[in-house]
Structure formats: structure tokens, C-alpha cells
């Protein structure tokens, strides 16, 4: 790995920390009407969308809706080195915790077979302009964006994660589309 990588990771992690609980949610609640509004989410039927980790957009309360709206949601597993499935997901409240900390889908939720997700919305800890994605390091979503089509890709990020230049190596996935709740960023005509 890089230099610059661990370089970006640690300061996007010293910049994410001091947002305020109340500008966390202000963010929040911004991103989620932005997502409910675009014409790709509302023909989207199966979501893969994440349980945020500290420091990452929460999209708690979009997924609480689409589930409500009878949508399938999905949220990553870990099921290996550097290897997640998505898992369906029943409500926000169901949620366990799993590895590394984060909350996952309860013990047995089935797995999609990645290739019929219509939208998938991707954490990261910085992007740039141009689709490039910082992310925690294990390379989960390289693996398991690389065959899928980027039309359906959506990154997810407060707006002080976009930052000039990602560094990138050779297996880094470009993400088409990035949203912020300022921002809609895309790379798709
Ligand atoms: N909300 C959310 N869920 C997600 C991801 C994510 O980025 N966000 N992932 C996307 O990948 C996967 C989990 N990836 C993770 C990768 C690394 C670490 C982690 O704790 N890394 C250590 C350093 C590890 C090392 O280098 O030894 C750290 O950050 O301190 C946690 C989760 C699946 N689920
Ligand atoms: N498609 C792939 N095939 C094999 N190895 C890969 C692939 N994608 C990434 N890796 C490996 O995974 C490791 C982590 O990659 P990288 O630093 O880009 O992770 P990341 O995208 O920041 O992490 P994450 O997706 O977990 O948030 C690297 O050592 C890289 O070589």
C-alpha cells in the first residue's frame, strides 16, 4: 500500500471525528431526502446500502423507509479476508453486531447474488471528483464491486470527504456518481 494512502486515511479520521453529533445528523437526514429524490433510487427494487460505521453518513433512515415500502435491503457481511456478501436486511432494528464492530444482518439473512442489486450506496473515507475511493484499507469493496455494472454504483460521503486527489493502485474500483448533501457528482452522461 502506499504511503499517501495511510496518510489520507488518518487524516480524514482526525477530520471526521470533530463533527458534531447534531452536524452528523443535520448531514444525515440532507443525504437521505437527496438519495429518496433521484429517479435510479425510487425505480431501485434491491438496495444494497451499509450500516455506517463512526465517522461514515448514516442511511439508518432511508433503509427504515425503503424496508417500509417493501423494497429488499441489503448491507455487507464480512465472510472472509477482504471477502463480504450482501444480506438482507429485515428492519434497521434487527441489525447485530458483526465483525469489526459493525452492525450486519442477523445470523442466517440470506445473500444476494450481487449481479441483481439495482443500486448499491458505497462508504468510504474520501473520495475525489473523478470516482476515486479511499476506503478502510481491506480492499472488501474492490473484490466485490469489480464485475459489477457502475450504473447502478452510488459512493455516499459528507461533503468534507471529498478532497482534491485519492491516491489510487491498479485494483481501486472507480465509483461513477458520488452524493453529499451538497453535492451530486457524477461521471455518467
Ligand atoms: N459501514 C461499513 N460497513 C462495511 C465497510 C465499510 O467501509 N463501512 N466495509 C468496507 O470495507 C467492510 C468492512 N471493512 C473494514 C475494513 C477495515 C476495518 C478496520 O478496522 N481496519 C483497521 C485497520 C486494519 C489493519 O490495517 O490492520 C482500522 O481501521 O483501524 C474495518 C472494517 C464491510 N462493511
Ligand atoms: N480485486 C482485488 N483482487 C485482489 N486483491 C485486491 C483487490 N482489490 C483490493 N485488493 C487488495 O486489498 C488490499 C486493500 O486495498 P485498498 O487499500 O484499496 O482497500 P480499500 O478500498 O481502501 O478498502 P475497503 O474496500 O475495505 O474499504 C490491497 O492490498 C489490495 O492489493
Not at 18 to 45: E, F, H, M
Not at 59 to 85: F, S
Not at 98 to 117: K, N
Request: proline letters at 7%; charged letters at 25%; a positive charge.
Amino acid at each position: 500500500m502506499t504511503q499517501s494512502k495511510k496518510e489520507l486515511r488518518k487524516v480524514m479520521r482526525d477530520r471526521l471525528r470533530r463533527v458534531s453529533p447534531a452536524g452528523q445528523t443535520r448531514r444525515n437526514t440532507a443525504i437521505c431526502t437527496r438519495i429518496a429524490v433521484l429517479p435510479q433510487y425510487k425505480k431501485a427494487g434491491r438496495i444494497m446500502a451499509y450500516l455506517n460505521m463512526p465517522g461514515e453518513a448514516s442511511l439508518d433512515g432511508l433503509m427504515e423507509q425503503a424496508i417500509r415500502e417493501g423494497r429488499q435491503v441489503y448491507v455487507p457481511r464480512c465472510v472472509g479476508p477482504g471477502r463480504m456478501e450482501a444480506v438482507l436486511l429485515p428492519s434497521v432494528a434487527a441489525a447485530e453486531t458483526g465483525a469489526y464492530g459493525i452492525r450486519t444482518a442477523p445470523e442466517g439473512s440470506l445473500a444476494a447474488d450481487p449481479a441483481d442489486l439495482d443500486m448499491i450506496l458505497i462508504p468510504g473515507l474520501a473520495f475525489d471528483v473523478w470516482g476515486h475511493r479511499l476506503g478502510r484499507g481491506a480492499g472488501f469493496y474492490d473484490r466485490f464491486l469489480q464485475s459489477l455494472r457502475p450504473a447502478g454504483m452510488l459512493a455516499v460521503a459528507w461533503d468534507m470527504q471529498i478532497v482534491p486527489l485519492v491516491p489510487i493502485e491498479a485494483h481501486d474500483v472507480i465509483i461513477p456518481s458520488v452524493l453529499t448533501e451538497t453535492r451530486y457528482i457524477t461521471q455518467l452522461k
